[in-house]
Nanobody
């Protein structure tokens, strides 16, 4: 059974930093794309960033230059380093895994989801 366990969320002031981690178990994910989505209150879940098994990355414009995604295939773990956080980054952040890199930005194509970790950025 595949499980994705996120950690690292919390409360931080604007301009601060957090690092999210997501560890996958139940399979080998070396060739899967891993990434992060987020969902703010009253809004739809949106793509944030993703990384392929070979290390290619993609992210959304609103986090470009502030968030960095990375992964450790030996640990089946993906990270999201978030810096210069803004109040509008406040959301529940979900770890996502998919076998289809070319559709990683679409929530409906995700194979596995974590339960989410809350990030709150105060102004």
């Amino acid at each position: 059974q595949v499980q994705l366990i996120e950690s690292g969320g919390g409360l931080v002031q604007a301009g601060g930093s957090l690092r999210l981690s997501c560890t996958a178990s139940g399979s080998t994910f070396t060739y899967y794309a891993m990434g992060w989505f987020r969902q703010a209150p009253g809004k739809e879940r949106e793509f944030v960033a993703a990384i392929s098994g070979s290390g290619t990355t993609v992210d959304v414009d609103s986090v470009e230059g502030r968030f960095t995604i990375s992964r450790d295939n030996a640990k089946n773990t993906v990270y999201l380093q978030m810096t210069s956080l803004k109040p509008e980054d406040t959301a529940v952040y979900y770890c996502a895994v998919t076998s289809n890199w070319y559709k990683i930005t679409a929530a409906r194509t995700i194979d596995y989801w974590g339960k989410g970790t809350l990030v709150t950025v105060s102004s």
